[in-house]
Nanobody, 122 residues
Framework: QVQLVESGGGLVQAGESLRLSCAAS????????RGWYRQAPGKQRELVAA???????KYADSVRGRFTISRDNAKNTVSLQMNSLKSEDTAVYYC????????????????WGQGTQVTVSS
């Protein structure tokens, strides 16, 4: 019973903040990475941020300095703190389980949450 369940999405104004959370269960231990992806209408799904079990992180250039990924390994949760939100951040955000290959290359396995909508109004 593999599950990844996102929560925390919503409608906010530009400049405001949101915190997304993802609860995981049933993920094979060897798949220790966790990532946040997003997909806007008409665009490809893109990696927003990822974090390894050891704390290594990877961020998209567009969110670096504004978003922070964190995780609680004991609780099997991962969160994404999103500050200074922009209209360009509007998308469906997905939680993912994957693996780091090397220091900063994240490979998503086919484990995805259902997605949570983030809408930023300008």
């Amino acid at each position: 019973q593999v599950q990844l369940v996102e929560s925390g999405g919503g409608l906010v104004q530009a400049g405001e903040s949101l915190r997304l959370s993802c609860a995981a269960s049933g993920i094979p231990f060897r798949i220790g990475g966790r990532g946040w992806y997003r997909q806007a209408p008409g665009k490809q799904r893109e990696l927003v941020a990822a974090m390894g079990r050891d704390g290594r992180t990877k961020y998209a250039d567009s969110v670096r300095g504004r978003f922070t990924i964190s995780r609680d390994n004991a609780k099997n949760t991962v969160s994404l703190q999103m500050n200074s939100l922009k209209s360009e951040d509007t998308a469906v955000y997905y939680c993912n389980a994957g693996r780091f290959l090397g220091s900063d290359s994240y490979y998503p396995e086919d484990y995805w949450g259902q997605g949570t909508q983030v809408t930023v109004s300008s």
